[in-house]
């Protein structure tokens, strides 16, 4: 075996190791259509782009409403636990004393951007922690069909979720005119910024698509119990 094709099967090893688990059978396909490839330089260029699997975060698929219980209760405490946003609400205290002592405009600006962010983060918090605190009982988690209906209203839901992504750029941004001198934050902001500021939609739109699936997914199983059910 050439060293292309070690370097192309060693590559698609590791896409296949760290796709999601709903690409899993994705990826093990194009590691195996890989394999049939004569030339070693094609096989290369189909290992890399393989990698576009990386890209697309997928669950593992449901095979029945008897696995809908245990991804409703991963969601529900998932969004329970603040989604990383305790990050945020704790960066808030320390930017607020630190406004006192900034000694130029930009680190001012900086810190009222986090201390912003912090007060958005907490206030989402305290709403969605109050949302599933009274109508979702853990008895729920018994019932797979409620239990399907209260994922789906969860994954439609999920799309507040790009407050989420605003705060986090909201800390960076503010973070970053803190602790740059003012020379150097314009070169600094276009060059580090800019990336996150468009990986932030497209990971939230990845999202919106994902759930969109899951919903889809679920809707069908429902319908299919139905359909036994009515026979």
């Not at 698929?61 to 529900?76: E, H, I």
């Not at 960066?91 to 009222?112: H, I, T, W």
């Not at 989420?164 to 005119?177: A, P």
Request: net charge positive.
């Amino acid at each position: 075996m050439t060293r292309t094709r070690r370097l192309a099967k060693w590559i698609l090893s590791w896409v296949v190791w760290l796709a999601s688990p709903g690409c899993k059978e994705w990826a093990e396909g194009l590691a195996r259509e890989a394999a049939v490839i004569d030339s070693d330089w094609s096989a290369l260029r189909w290992s890399l782009g393989s990698t576009r699997v990386l890209l697309d975060r997928r669950e593992a698929p449901l095979t029945s409403l008897d696995d809908v219980p245990a991804a409703t209760q991963k969601l529900v405490d998932l969004v329970r636990g603040g989604t990383g946003l305790w990050l945020i609400i704790m960066q808030g205290p320390l930017y607020l004393l630190k406004f006192f002592s900034a000694k130029s405009n930009s680190e001012r600006v900086g810190c009222v951007l986090v201390v912003l962010a912090s007060i958005i983060a907490g206030i989402f918090y305290l709403i969605e922690r109050r949302r599933l605190k009274v109508p979702w009982y853990d008895e729920i988690y018994d019932d797979s069909v409620a239990c399907a209906h209260l994922y789906i209203a969860q994954l439609k839901h999920c799309d507040r979720l790009w407050i989420v992504g605003s705060t986090f750029l909201c800390l960076e941004f503010g973070t970053i005119l803190t602790f740059l001198p003012r020379c150097t934050v314009p070169a600094i902001l276009i060059g580090f910024m800019s990336p996150l500021c468009l990986l932030v939609p497209v990971a939230m739109l990845q999202k919106r698509q994902n759930n969109l699936r899951r919903i889809e997914e679920i809707n069908a199983l429902l319908a299919e119990r139905d359909g036994v059910h009515s026979l």
